[in-house]
């Protein structure tokens, strides 16, 4: 079985842009997560995805949005970017609710 | 919302050497998930125990959920154990959403 797939595993951008990700979940599982990784605010819950709805969400603004699509990959947006934006961006896989979360290897994303 | 706390922060052991890390959660939960992260930034799931006791090879892990704390053993340590390692409880009941502890860094040297 495939793993969590995140593209593109490395990323540059210039303050202002816009930047998209994208993680491909296991096989057959619905839910998605995205999580933003920091050394001062460590992992941090964007949102969450199941079955092409947003069921939950974090508290990070609005510049930061996400979608699911039928076959459960999702992407997730930032507009306007800042340099504080520059994180490790981790994608997690799930079943179904209450069960093992499975990773994708992160996107680096640095914004100069 | 629930709070997640992990001890100690940092951990130096000789290779060899047995730990104990701690998680220590705010509210109820339903499961409680440890991860290890790697050198390259990956997750690796270690466990998902919502309560009692699982082992796996050299870890093992026990959640109390009345006494809302869970630990993670690691016994003979080697140095591919270095890391930095996380407890997650579930954002809400909702769904699959996880809060994260702000995880113990443990450092093995030869």
């Known amino acids: 079985k495939a793993g969590v797939t995140q593209t593109p595993r490395y990323l540059i951008k210039t303050r202002g842009q816009q930047v998209t990700l994208s993680c491909s979940p296991i096989?057959?599982?619905?839910?998605v997560s995205w999580y933003q990784q920091t050394p001062g605010q460590g992992l941090q819950f964007l949102f969450e995805y199941f079955s092409e709805t947003q069921r939950n969400k974090g508290n990070f603004p609005g510049r930061f949005s996400g979608r699911q699509f039928s076959n459960s990959r999702s992407e997730m947006n930032v507009s306007t970017l800042e340099l504080g934006d520059s994180a490790l961006y981790l994608c997690a896989s799930i079943s179904g609710t209450g069960t093992r979360a499975f990773f994708g290897q992160g996107t680096r994303l640095t914004v100069v | 919302g629930i709070q997640v706390e992990q001890s100690p922060p940092d951990l130096i052991l000789q290779e060899g050497a047995n730990s104990t890390l701690r998680c220590n959660f705010s509210d109820s939960v339903n499961n409680l998930q440890w991860f290890h992260q790697n050198p390259w930034g990956q997750l690796i799931n270690l466990f998902y125990?919502?309560?009692g006791t699982k082992q796996n090879g050299r870890l093992s892990a026990t959640t109390v959920a009345t006494e809302r704390y869970s630990l993670l053993y690691i016994s003979s340590s080697q140095t591919t154990d270095s890391g930095v390692y996380f407890c997650?409880?579930?954002?809400?009941?909702?769904?699959?959403?996880?809060?994260f502890g702000k995880g113990t860094t443990l450092s093995v040297s030869s």
């Open positions: 997650a409880v579930p954002f809400n009941q909702a769904g699959t959403a996880l809060i």
């Open positions: 096989s057959g599982h619905r839910s």
């Open positions: 125990i919502p309560s």
